[in-house]
């Protein structure tokens, strides 16, 4: 019975005395890496998600039917306005043209115009002063017509639409966004509603949803969509650039009025690098916008008579819809969780490639839910 | 024994899948629970994987865990049931199987027993008897937890018990007693 004793308790002493294991990185990482793949959904769902976006957008290109032929800029232009028969009519009426003050600047760039100055013969006197009698204030209404206009009125006609692809020319564009953004703390999705108010003219807003998935290794893709709606008028025109415009080359289209609205696609990719798991969250972003816009426009053409400032104007109403690469912009993110699942950002972004011909200071406010 | 103020904040931490501290519980643990499981386990490479299974599920279940109680204890039994369901996976036979097949010779005798023979010649028994023993001898677990733990009788498990308590006093005092050899 003794011996029994003795072997068990060798037994047990030997049992209790074992060695010290040593942690590798490579067993934590298989921890790790359980942890992620049990609270990491199946990734196929958002590839395949995002192959069906790919297919749609070239879905629309194709019914669109865009033309790489004469310009083979990244810019999807389909004009739709009178514009060139409008300014083709300068021959032989217009009973539709008034003499107005009103000006404006052109802000969106790359509009079609077609310089009608080349085509404009000088009026004779008779027509100069058949067309200083009507009103200076004037409205395009034709029923405003005198008959003592010596032109005669051409019908509309509008123009086949022009289609163009347009890549983004390279311009510093500013941005200040305040926006939700996750924090790490396991959850793999959010989803963003933002609000987005812009300081400077053109008067901008955005709403936009965007829904965020976690890749691997914290990086983090968003897809948003949103839509913005926009207005320029003459308001947004001092007098100083009315005279900067009367004193310039005459037969110009200048912008009256403009109002528009954008369906925006934004995708970028985000790495929380400081501080993630604190209710404080530091990440470098990088993304993409893209837009679907339709935008409709009052344009002004003026003419200069024998060095007699006079402005003859031809209100020009176009509408057009186009697909534009906005920008490239790179950033970052300071994220504070309000309650557990919910959270506020503030985004900072560099743009360095982008369409837009203004700075913008862009602020950006929204609500993040995160599961 | 509430814990104390270090590790409740690790633990937190560890709540909010905040990676550093979970690394650091497991840089804690990791050689206390490999141990643990490596007595359960054939091979070493066996019972990590093992632990870090269990440190999953240790991670996923962390706020189920009662402040009020010790860790150890609680970890301990997450540790113990991945090893049992390893051993599940496994070619799990709960009933005894032929002895003469579980006898490994080891290199030292009882007297001069490592800690290394003996965790051989656990890890020699057959996964019913192995599972068993260390339930019962080295956890303190009781006959009716160990029938309900691995779906057996509880008199199969005195039976295993018995057998594997047996098989180890056989393999080890099979080899040569230093006095008995011949000077």
């Not at chain 1, 810019?75 to 000006?103: C, G, K, V, Y």
């Not at chain 1, 004037?138 to 639409?161: E, G, M, Q, V, Y």
């Not at chain 2, 141990?35 to 999953?56: L, T």
């Amino acid at each position: 019975m003794k011996q029994k004793n003795d072997f068990w308790k060798e037994f047990d002493s030997a049992l209790s005395q074992p060695p010290t294991h040593q942690t590798t990185d490579e067993g934590w990482n298989q921890v790790t890496a359980g942890l992620d793949q049990q609270t990491r959904p199946n990734k196929f769902p958002i590839l395949i998600w995002l192959f069906l976006q790919f297919l749609g957008g070239m879905a629309i290109l194709i019914i669109v039917g865009i033309p790489f032929s004469q310009d083979s800029r990244l810019f999807l232009h389909a004009q739709t306005h009178e514009s060139s028969a409008e300014i083709a009519s300068w021959e032989t009426n217009s009973n539709s043209r008034d003499i107005d003050q009103t000006h404006g600047q052109e802000v969106r760039s790359e509009s079609i115009v077609q310089d009608p100055v080349e085509n404009l013969p000088k009026p004779k006197d008779e027509d100069v002063e058949a067309v200083l009698e009507t009103s200076r204030f004037s409205t395009p209404d034709s029923t405003h017509l005198t008959k003592n206009r010596p032109f005669k009125a051409a019908p509309s006609i509008p123009n086949p639409p022009q289609i163009h692809l347009e890549w983004p020319t390279t311009y510093p564009d500013f941005n200040i966004q305040i926006a939700p953004i996750k924090a790490s703390d396991g959850r793999n999705n959010y989803l963003d509603i933002n609000a987005q108010i812009n300081a400077e003219s053109p008067i901008e807003e955005q709403l936009s949803l965007r829904y965020g998935r976690k890749l691997f290794n914290n990086f983090w893709l968003s897809l948003g969509v949103g839509s913005s709606r926009y207005f320029w008028d003459q308001s947004f025109f001092n007098d100083t650039e009315v005279q900067e415009i009367i004193s310039s080359t005459p037969g110009d289209i200048i912008d009256f009025a403009r109002s528009g609205r954008d369906v925006n696609v934004l995708l970028d990719l985000e790495r929380p690098l400081f501080n993630r798991n604190s209710r404080w969250q530091l990440a470098p972003i990088v993304g993409i916008q893209a837009s679907i816009w339709r935008q409709r426009a009052q344009e002004v053409t003026y003419f200069s008579v024998y060095n007699v400032t006079q402005i003859i104007t031809d209100r020009i109403h176009t509408e057009d819809v186009g697909l534009k690469l906005d920008q490239f912009y790179l950033g970052g993110r300071a994220s504070f969780k309000i309650l557990p699942k919910w959270s506020l950002t503030a985004d900072i972004r560099q743009a360095f490639i982008t369409q837009n011909t203004q700075n913008t200071a862009t602020l950006f406010m929204g609500l993040r839910y995160k599961w | 024994m509430p814990l104390d103020q270090h590790l409740n904040t690790l633990l937190n931490r560890c709540l909010k899948h905040d990676r550093r501290a979970q690394r650091e519980l497991y840089d804690n643990h990791y050689s206390w629970a490999l141990n643990i499981c490596i007595r359960y386990a054939r091979s070493k490479a066996e019972a990590e994987e093992v632990v870090n299974d269990g440190f999953i599920k240790i991670f996923k279940g962390l706020a189920s865990f009662d402040r009020e109680q010790a860790l150890r204890p609680w970890l301990k039994r997450i540790f113990v049931n991945a090893a049992l369901d390893q051993l599940k996976k496994k070619a799990w036979d709960p009933q005894p199987i032929d002895m003469a097949n579980e006898i490994m010779v080891l290199p030292k005798s009882i007297d001069y027993l490592q800690y290394e023979d003996v965790l051989a010649a656990i890890q020699s028994l057959s996964p019913a008897y192995r599972a068993v023993f260390n339930l019962h001898e080295v956890e303190g677990y009781k006959h009716t937890e160990i029938a309900s733990l691995l779906s057996i009788s509880e008199s199969t498990s005195r039976s295993n018990l018995l057998r594997a308590k047996r098989l180890l006093r056989k393999q080890l005092q099979h080899l040569d007693h230093p006095l008995s050899r011949p000077a």
